[in-house]
Structure formats: C-alpha cells, structure tokens
C-alpha cells in the first residue's frame, strides 16, 4: 500500500493555471510539510547535500475508478489521442505523478518538525506526497534523449502584458512566480478565443487576462479576501 508521506503548500489553490511541467516556472515555489509520522529529522540526513529532489505524488485532483489506454495531450490540441504511457498525463491507471524541483533549504520546527523548501513545482496547494529521492545527474540527466512530440513545444511562452498598477497588487515575492505561469499560457491549447476572459487563480488572487496574438494581458487582480 503507498503511504502518503507529506503534503506539499504552494500558492496554485485550483488546477487551472498550474504549470504543465515542473521546472519551468522556477518562481514558484511550496513547502513540504511531512505527516505526523514521518517528522523524523534523520530521515533528511544527508539531503542537503543535493540541490535537486524528485517527488512522487498524488494527482488528487484526478481520481477515477476507470481509465483510458489514449488521452488527448493539451500542447497537441486537444484533438489528436496518443497513448496515455506516452504523455505526463494526470488521467492515469495509477494517479501518480512525478516532479524534479529544486531543494532551497530544510527548516526543522518544533510543530511541523522537518520542513522542505523547493522552487520549481507544478502541483496544487496541499497535493500528497508518495516519496521523495535526491536527482543525480550522472544517472538522471539523458542530454541527447528524444523528446517526441514534446519536443516542438519546449520554447513555447507568450508575451506578458501586466500594468504595473495590477501587479503591485500581487507581493514583490511572489511576482516572478505569477509571472511565470502566465508566461506559459494556462489556457487549453485547444482555446484560442482572443475576446474570452479566463481566470487564475493565484495566492488569494484572481487574475483575469485575454491573450492575443500570442500576447496575454491581464486586466484586473481581484482578491479574494
């Protein structure tokens, strides 16, 4: 049986607008805050040592009784099927994904007990963690590796129009983060709709845009508090 083993806290309340791969919006950051259980300090021995971890994790957002052997990549269009083992997608036999982040710091606290600090993530506030391992580049890294069909999207971004008087409503900290997200496109690639307003939500932020001509603008940050 998998053992949740922690619960990560990150700034994405709703799937929309997470980003579709970990590591490409490096200002987003969350927390790992362990299970009762396992707040063990000795169990973190020795990770410091690294600067990037994998996560095995949850998609709880995804859950299902049944799955299909195809599903519909966003970045394809939404309109051509491809075998669900070749794609990263959520819908799955087994709901379980898989992230590289980058290690910031560990903090060790009397309540929570070991806490871990990394950046790069694209799971949801509060997604369960399976089990987390050191990333080793001798072994992990495959520079001349194909990338099937993901290749013709990895330099994907749009243009961000963000008024500053809009902007200074999100905290200086948390900007790049936003930025980010917004930069690589939260809507489904299937939508391309430039009089649509779509909504993301962000820290206790709303952020409405409308993209373009492969420039996105936001024009309003509602708070929702």
Known sequence: MMKIIAKIKTDMPDKFGVPRQSGIVEGLSGKIVFEP???VREALTGIEEFSHLWLLWQFSESMRD??????RPPRLNGNKR????ATRSPYRPNPIGMSCVKLERVEFTKHTGPVIYVSGVDMIDGTPIYDIKPYITYTDSRPNALQGFAENYK???????????LIDKIPPAKQAG???ILRHDPRPSYQDL??????VKYLSFDIHFKVRNGVLTVIDVISLV
């Open 178 to 180: 936003l930025l980010g």
């Open 66 to 71: 049944d799955w299909s052997p195809t599903v």
């Open 194 to 199: 430039p009089d649509r307003i779509y909504g």
């Open 155 to 165: 330099n994907y971004a749009l243009e961000v129009d963000f008024p500053k008087v």
């Open 82 to 85: 491809m075998g669900v083992f």
């Open 37 to 39: 259980e396992y707040r």
